[in-house]
């Protein structure tokens, strides 16, 4: 069974930092590239950053130079450190699992930046 576990979520202040967690079982986490999605009220789910399963990261035009995504294969784990954080940046945060012919979901985890 496989399972994507996110966490770190929580309230902050603008200009704060977070970072989430996404632990994975079920998977050969290694092979699989990883991404961050989230979703904010009224809004449709966007992509956020996502890293391949050699390591290379890539990023929405809104969180660069704020957002970072790392991976640690020996605890199949991906992370997202937030930092910098705006109102704009409230939302559920999504780990995604991606490989053909099937990608999984994590749960998701709340992230609430106040002014």
């Known amino acids: 069974q496989v399972q994507l576990v996110e966490s770190g979520g929580g309230l902050v202040q603008a200009g704060g930092s977070l970072r989430l967690s996404c632990a994975a079982s079920g998977i050969t986490f290694s092979i699989y590239n990883m991404g961050w999605h989230r979703q904010a009220p009224g809004k449709q789910r966007e992509l956020v950053a996502s890293?391949?399963?050699?390591?290379?990261?890539t990023y929405a035009d809104s969180v660069k130079g704020r957002f970072t995504i790392s991976r640690d294969n020996a605890k199949n784990t991906v992370y997202l450190q937030m930092n910098s954080l705006q109102p704009e940046d409230t939302a559920v945060y999504y780990c995604?699992?991606?490989?053909?012919?099937?990608?999984?979901w994590g749960q998701g985890t709340q992230v609430t930046v106040s002014s």
């Open positions: 995604k699992a991606i490989r053909f012919p099937r990608n999984y």
């Open positions: 890293i391949s399963n050699g390591g290379t990261a």
